[in-house]
């Protein structure tokens, strides 16, 4: 059993920056690809942004050149830094833990862009 437990949410402007950190309770954090979800009110949850093992990554095209996801495997801790962000950013995110075999999900940090 993996826990990863999601911080840095929080109400942020339109145009802002927020950091989310996802730390894992796992001696073997390497081997699982780590991913970003996100779940708005009423909408289905949504892949963010993934990152492999081997440290490539993939984003979805509405965050494009505004978030970036990266991994410290000495931490144990997967990150999104988010940029620019954007009303419609706003939603509860989930950190996210897969192998083939399993899958695991944090508790979700809520981001909300306000002015």
């Known amino acids: 059993q993996v826990q990863l437990v999601e911080s840095g949410g929080g109400l942020v402007q339109p145009g802002g920056s927020l950091r989310l950190s996802c730390a894992a309770s796992?001696?073997?954090?390497?081997?699982?690809?780590m991913g970003w979800y996100r779940q708005a009110p009423g909408k289905q949850r949504e892949l963010v942004a993934g990152i492999t093992r081997g440290h490539s990554t993939n984003y979805a095209d509405s965050v494009k050149g505004r978030f970036t996801i990266s991994r410290d495997n000495a931490k144990n801790t997967v990150y999104l830094q988010m940029n620019s962000l954007k009303p419609e950013d706003t939603a509860v995110y989930y950190c996210?833990?897969?192998?083939?075999?399993?899958?695991?999900w944090g508790q979700g940090t809520q981001v909300t862009v306000s002015s």
């Open positions: 796992t001696a073997i954090f390497t081997i699982y690809n």
């Open positions: 996210n833990a897969a192998t083939s075999s399993f899958t695991y």
